[in-house]
């Protein structure tokens, strides 16, 4: 099992804006209104090297949005322990992460839509903020 699924098994995160994978590389992300899909992708991201050096930025997470997929898998978000914090996902049947959102500063996310004709979720935070991902490739 993946870092990342041990985390999400327990409901919990590392306190780090990130696009996790499980099919390839994880980055770091920060929102951006100005473009599309809400976020831009920066440098790659290490989980294990960022848990060597912060294992206590850990926080709890709620999942308020679930959405079933005709694969079995699904899409969910909701929020962290403190707040400010939000998170989208897609899991498989087996309710493993596929990848995983999560922002410190976006405040919860509340709303899930999904476009099956162009297979965009979108995802919505309190705060207005509008998640833009294709559910196979959230990095395009």
């Given amino acids: 099992m993946t870092t990342i699924n041990r985390f999400w ?9 990130v696009l996790h994978r499980t099919d390839g590389p994880s980055a770091r992300v920060e929102l951006d209104a100005n473009t599309w899909a809400g976020f831009r992708i920066l440098q790659a991201f290490d989980l294990d090297e960022f848990l060597s050096k912060h294992p206590d930025e850990i926080t709890s997470l709620m999942e308020t949005n679930r959405l079933t ?46 476009d099956r004709e162009t297979n965009v979720a979108c995802f919505g935070t309190s705060s207005r903020i509008t998640l833009r991902l294709n559910i196979d490739s959230p990095t395009h």
């Fill in 9 to 17: 098994h327990r409901e919990e995160l590392p306190i780090c804006d």
């Fill in 69 to 114: 997929l005709p694969d079995g898998g699904a899409l969910c978000s909701g929020e962290g322990s403190y707040g400010s914090e939000g998170f989208a996902a897609r899991v498989n049947s087996n309710d493993d992460i596929q990848w995983l959102i999560y922002f410190e500063q976006s405040n919860p996310v509340t709303r899930l839509d999904f």
